[in-house]
């Protein structure tokens, strides 16, 4: 079975341009997320899809973030216009159903550099 | 709001000992999962354990084990027999099991160093 793909894996920019994430969940999973982990910390949720419908985006800062995700299967994260603050690794799980938990599998992240 | 707090950054053991990670929450919910994830430096974060809230027996795989206290509100991991690809950074993470948003709360993780 694929794992979660996810690209590019690695991207730097300028402050103030924008950049997008592209996630392939694991064929099947109805649930993503993308997490934000910055360097020394824990990842941090920015969003969580339910098919093509948003559960939680509480975390995400919507006035220069944003996610969609057409038709319930991939996913792309857009920054615009991209801060020094935002240089981090965002991460993308997709999950399923397993012994009654909704168990969550990792893709290898982007990591994003802004100078 | 829930918390994760893992207060080693940084531990360290001699191969084939055994090492403790430590991990406390803080909820205000009874339902609920605790996890150990591990990332190993490629940074493909991989579940290591479980332990569901409601199970008083604490979750065991292979060489991990979890020391999970309910009303102290800590969930430790035991890595018995540590091997070199035990190193990585290790974090601990919650999840609210009663609603649809199961977004983690991860803490800010201990790195890992096994010494040969």
Known sequence: EAGVAQSPRYKIIEKRQSVAFWCNPISGHATL???QQILGQGPKLLIQFQNNGVVDDSQLPKDRFSAERLK??????????????????YLC??????????????????????? | AQTVTQSQPEMS???AETVTLSCTYDTSES??????YKQPPSR????????????????TENRFSVNFQKAAKSFSLKISD???????????????????????????????????
């Open chain 1, 93 to 115: 799980a997709s999950s399923s159903w397993t012994s009654g938990y909704n168990e969550q599998f990792f893709g290898p992240g982007t990591r994003l550099t802004v100078l």
């Open chain 2, 82 to 116: 540590s091997q070199l690809g035990d190193a990585a950074m290790y974090f601990c993470a919650y999840v609210y099991s009663g609603g649809g948003a199961d977004g983690l709360t991860f803490g800010k993780g201990t790195h890992l160093i096994i010494q040969p």
């Open chain 2, 13 to 15: 053991v001699q191969e």
């Open chain 1, 33 to 35: 997320y993308w997490y």
């Open chain 1, 72 to 89: 319930g299967v991939d996913s792309t994260l857009k920054i615009q216009p991209a801060k020094l603050e935002d240089s981090a690794v």
């Open chain 2, 44 to 59: 493909q974060m991989i579940l290591v354990i479980r332990q569901e809230a409601y199970k008083q027996q604490n979750a």
């Open chain 2, 31 to 36: 339902d609920y999962y605790l996890f150990w």
